[in-house]
């Protein structure tokens, strides 16, 4: 036969077998799809499904198909809570990947592998591990990879109170999904539930709400009960904190009978906890104390210790409010060490506020302001690293990209090398086939520049919203607790200049809402907002223009007040307490009398410098001041106006404790009383003062 005829031939052979491999690789590949899908709804039975299928894999089985079966794998195990098993099939997948150089197999057991870090309590770690894989990542341009991989690192930046990152993350995450090949819905409704997730943290209620509404709509078209479980449980936690509280738990029985009967044990946890939680703020204790006793049990069959610590804490408050204050204060407090262990911050911070307001409705006033203390010295620390980490991350991000650009440009350069080799080679025999490739290229160059106009675009609208956030709280529009510290930084390093003794002070009060937490279990967390909005408007008309007012967390508010002496500041207290309290605020239907509490002094203080009394003494000074108000009937504010005595004897004492310094007659005391209310205009002010 003709030497060209054999060549025939013998392509032809080589074409039948690579189409046999190729229909047996694709039958594997759909079988593990339809197994994947089963596990949206039946996760027990797609597991012994994936577990028989394994019997019949061996070394001769296309890597491929190796690969997408471990990570189906351990998707599965994870949600049945084997979580022993997934971590040996995370590393028998990434040993695969290693072994065969396959960067995609190594991303997706990374990622899985952090996933079981962070849900063990080891955030911080995944979230490294995450990052040293990131330029990894990118290169292997998949978009199963990527999204799995910012997904991940989104979750667990959300965790840690990286609001800003888990933001990006998840915009990230929702641009890979659409990539997809297969499982795109699905995978667009994942990073839509952390992007929900995201907006919840940062307070946004009606913003998680419409995204919520937004993936419920689709998740019956994919056919999920795993997704829609979730979707159900932060359409609840939205539901809670707008004060729609039978909305609330509709859904987080929906999410608990969904969670029953497809095996998820972390989805019993979650739902049983939040209802639960739903049972705490209507005070029906010995209720909140059964649920969260049972999330408990799942979640430590779910080896989740995030929630192992939230449903401990759950059970504390409602012991605390069953009047057990002692055995309450016991399991709040072994949560909050569990918390601590996770390095889960944001959580710990959580807890102690709570723990305060449950000391002050026992009337343990004296507690209440020791945990309040613990908790402002965690939120300063937990908004410091905050702001940190989000310098540190946006650097690692930009070098990241121009990594990639440059990985880019070398990949172009290195295919235009192989087709010139291949063109001289082949060019009498392929020209056709040389132009349709080039027609292929001019599409993908195309699509690519498509890709990075979106991308772009993304990027530049999640820059616009990190720069919001940074400065301004989302609810209120005021200042929030990092400008301040922005502010303070340039007086804290010029701390040690030099100071004219006949320069006007500065001015810092610091103000509280008397009987929020009522506010909130009456009128709802809507009814809340619409007041802390209302006050924020009464406090921006009533300060200078060069008066900063910022929302400092919570109900409280600050006012930094420049050149302001002793005298102006009395009459800012005036001014504000009468802007507040005289005129009630009107919530839906209803006119409410609100009155709000202050402690107020100069800064520097009493002509001291600011090496020795800091902004940050100051504060504290100030907020003892507020809590003296507190205690002696509220809806006033008190400020210090100078030592009566050396400053060597008074701070230690001052520091310690305001009543002791002033029974001792060391400091110089001014009281400023709030407005009375007209009983027969307005409702009567809320009961169980808080």
């Not at 997408?68 to 949600?79: C, G, P, R, S």
């Not at 090949?181 to 994942?190: E, G």
């Not at 739903?278 to 010995?286: A, C, F, R």
């Amino acid at each position: 036969m003709h030497k060209l005829g054999l060549l025939v031939v013998g392509v032809m052979w080589v074409l039948m077998g690579w189409h046999g491999v190729a229909v047996a690789q694709s039958g594997a590949m759909d079988r593990i799809d339809a197994i994947q899908l089963l596990s949206e709804n039946d996760n027990q039975q797609a597991l012994e499904q994936l577990q028989a299928m394994g019997a019949t894999l061996d070394a001769a089985t296309p890597y491929a198909v190796r690969r997408e079966y471990l990570d189906a794998l351990i998707t599965v195990q994870v949600d049945a809570a084997k979580m022993e098993a997934a971590q040996a099939t995370i590393a028998a997948l990434s040993k695969l990947a290693q072994d065969n150089r396959d960067d995609i197999g190594v991303v997706l057991a990374t990622s899985k592998s952090a996933s079981i870090m962070a849900l063990s309590g080891k955030t911080d770690a995944a979230i490294a591990q995450l990052i040293s894989i990131e330029a990894t990542a990118l290169r292997t341009a998949d978009a199963h990879a990527l999204w799995r991989f910012y997904l991940t690192l989104g979750s667990a930046q959300l965790t840690v109170g990286r609001f800003e990152a888990a933001q990006e993350s998840a915009l990230k995450s929702l641009q890979y999904a659409k990539e997809r090949a297969a499982h795109a819905q699905t995978s667009h409704l994942r990073s839509l539930n952390l992007l929900g997730n995201v907006y919840m943290a940062m307070l946004n209620w009606n913003k998680a709400l419409e995204v919520i509404d937004d993936a419920l709509v689709v998740v019956d078209a994919v056919g999920s009960s795993k997704l829609k479980g979730t979707l159900y449980l932060n359409q609840g936690a939205a539901f809670a904190s707008l004060g729609r509280a039978k909305e609330s738990v509709a859904a987080y029985e929906k999410a608990l009978k969904i969670g029953g009967e497809s095996g998820m044990v972390g989805l019993q946890g979650t739902a049983l906890n939040n209802i639960g939680d739903s049972y705490l703020i209507s005070k029906d204790y010995p209720k909140a104390e059964v649920f969260s006793r049972q999330a408990m049990v799942k979640f430590k069959e779910a080896g989740e210790l995030g929630g192992v610590a939230t449903a401990q804490s759950n059970i504390g408050f409602a012991l605390m409010g069953q009047g057990r204050i002692h055995e309450g204060v016991a399991e709040v407090r072994a949560a909050i060490r569990l918390s601590q262990e996770m390095g889960a911050k944001t959580d710990q911070e959580g807890i102690l506020g709570e723990l305060g307001r449950m000391y002050e409705q026992a009337g343990l006033y004296r507690e209440a302001v020791a945990t309040i203390r613990e908790q402002q010295v965690l939120t300063e620390q937990l908004f410091r690293a905050d702001r940190e980490k989000s310098v540190a991350t946006l650097q690692a991000q930009f070098d990241a990209v121009q990594r990639q650009k440059q990985i880019e440009l070398l990949a172009r350069e290195n295919s235009l090398k192989d087709a010139e080799i291949s063109n001289r080679r082949l060019q009498q025999i392929i020209t056709l086939l040389g132009a349709v490739v080039t027609v292929m290229a001019g599409i993908f160059v195309f699509l690519l520049y498509r890709r990075v106009r979106k991308t772009n675009l993304k990027l530049r609208e999640a820059n616009k919203q990190l720069e919001f956030h940074a400065v301004r709280d989302p609810l209120t529009g005021l200042y929030n607790r990092r400008s301040f510290f922005e502010l303070m930084k340039g007086r804290t390093s010029n701390a040690n200049g030099t100071r004219r003794e006949d320069e006007i002070p500065d001015g810092l009060m610091i103000l509280d809402i008397d009987h929020f937490k009522n506010i909130n279990d009456t009128l709802g967390h809507a009814g809340g907002d619409a007041v802390l909005v209302e006050i924020s408007k009464r406090l921006r008309a009533t300060v200078r223009d060069t008066d900063m007012v910022m929302r400092w967390g919570g109900e409280e508010f600050l006012i930094f007040s420049p050149k302001a002496n002793a005298a102006h500041l009395k009459s800012l207290a005036q001014r504000v307490l009468h802007a507040i309290g005289a005129t009630p605020i009107a919530v839906g239907d209803r006119m409410m009398p609100i009155t709000v509490t202050g402690g107020f002094l100069s800064l520097p203080f009493s002509g001291l410098s600011e090496v020795d009394c800091n902004w940050e003494k100051a504060m504290q000074i100030a907020d003892m001041a507020l809590y003296l108000g507190k205690v002696n009937g509220r809806n006033r504010a008190y400020g210090l106006n100078r030592l009566l005595a050396p400053f060597e004897l008074v701070m230690p004492v001052l520091e310690r404790d305001i009543t002791a310094a002033l029974k001792a007659n060391m400091v110089e005391l001014v009281e400023v009383i709030g407005p009375v209310a007209d009983a027969q205009t307005v409702e009567p002010p809320l009961e169980n003062a808080g």
